[in-house]
Structures are given as C-alpha cells and as structure tokens.
C-alpha cells in the first residue's frame, strides 16, 4: 500500500527553485507594479451581490501587459472570474496567434488571503506550461508569489492531449 502513497515533494522543491529563478527574472519592481495595477482595476469590477472585488493584471510573454475584473449576474454560475475575463481579453487581443503558451504573470487583488479558484487555475495552465501566480491584498501590496504548477499539481493539461 505505502508505494501507491504518492506526495510531489520534489515537484515542490523545483517549483521553489523555478520561482525564484522567475521572480529574478521579471524583477520585484515589474510585480510590485503589476499588483498595483490589479488593485486599480478592481475598483472596475461589477459585484453587487458577493461585494467580492477582484482584480487581474497579466504580463504575457510578448511583453503586453492585460488587466481585467471580475462581472457578476444574478445566477453566480454564470459570473466572470476576473483571471478569466483578463485571460479572454489577451486572447482576443492575439496573444494566442503564435501560442497558447503566452502567460507569464498572473498578479490577482482581492480582499482575502487566497489564490485563484480551481475553474480559474485551470484557465490558466491552458495557456503557460508554468507561470508565476502573484495574490495581493486590495492595496496591491503583495501577500504570497508562487506558480500555477505548485497550485495544481499533477495536472492535467493541454500536453496530455498532445497540444503544445
């Protein structure tokens, strides 16, 4: 029974490692400015029954930056997560026209001290193998840096449909 248990601490350790090599990359001034700019556009975001602001900037591999919040309606299921909604606008800006892969940086304010819901993670591994996932408080100020494989491990994803 104890070799079917399975735990991903090495996918961990080389997520942590991976992190800070991203982090080094981007620069902590770059995601400082990008969990501003979350923060100011979820004052856009349209909640009126939750009262749940959440706001997203994504920096894509091109460079472009997108921001985008969250728009509810009355039958929740249907409402915008803001990770969707900003994701949507980079696609339908053309980000994708080269390819899927073109996330680099998810920076999400909102109120708690969470991360992005499973329906929004998984949007997110459709267009990166691997991204920084950043969540900041309301004022933008950041609370935890990690990425979407530490979020969802063992996932599945568009490589295992054979689509890179």
Known sequence: MQSLIWVPEE???DQKKWIEKEV?????????????QASKVRENSYSPYSKYKVGVTVLCESGKKYSGC?????????????????ITKAVTEGETIKSRKFLKVVA???????????RCRQIILEHCDNCLVITADENGKIRRITS?????????????????
């Open 108 to 118: 999400v304010s909102h109120t708690s001290d969470s991360a992005p819901c499973g």
């Open 24 to 36: 080094g990359d981007v620069g902590m001034k770059s995601i400082e400015d990008l969990c501003k």
């Open 148 to 164: 979407v494989k530490a979020l969802l491990p063992y996932s599945f994803g568009p490589g295992d449909l054979g689509i890179d």
């Open 11 to 13: 996918e961990f350790i």
């Open 70 to 86: 969250n728009a509810e309606v009355a039958s929740y299921s249907e409402s915008d997560h803001a990770e969707e909604a900003t």
